[in-house]
C-alpha cells in the first residue's frame, strides 16, 4: 500500500511559501461582504497593489532567490515553479 508522508516544515518550501507572499506585501487586508455567486458564498479576492509597488517586490523575490531580474512588470499574473514532486500544490 502506497503511503504519503507529508512534512509541513520542509526548509525549501518554507522559502518558496516566503516567496510568494513576500509578492504581495503591502496589499491591503480587507474584510469583504461575502457575495452569493449561483447560491455559493463567495468571498471575492481583489489585488489592491499597484503596479510599481508589486514590480518592486517581485524583483526583490527574485533577487532573493538568484533568479534573473525582470527589467519591467509583464502583467499580474505569476507562476510558482519548482521541481517536481516538491510541494507546488502544498505552495
Known amino acids: 500500500m502506497l503511503k504519503f ?6 526548509p525549501y518550501q518554507l522559502k518558496a511559501i516566503k516567496s510568494v ?3 504581495f506585501i503591502q496589499q491591503p487586508i480587507e474584510h ?3 457575495q452569493s455567486i449561483g447560491g455559493a458564498a463567495v ?4 489585488l489592491r497593489l499597484d503596479n510599481h509597488i508589486l514590480f518592486k517586490n517581485l524583483q ?3 533577487e532573493q532567490n538568484g533568479l534573473e ?7 499580474r499574473d505569476f ?3 519548482m521541481e517536481t514532486g516538491t510541494g507546488k500544490t502544498y505552495i
Open 5 to 10: 508522508q507529508f512534512d509541513a516544515n520542509q
Open 21 to 23: 507572499t513576500d509578492l
Open 32 to 34: 469583504p461582504d461575502i
Open 43 to 46: 468571498i471575492p479576492n481583489t
Open 60 to 62: 526583490t523575490v527574485q
Open 69 to 75: 531580474i525582470s527589467p519591467k512588470l509583464r502583467g
Open 79 to 81: 507562476s510558482v515553479e
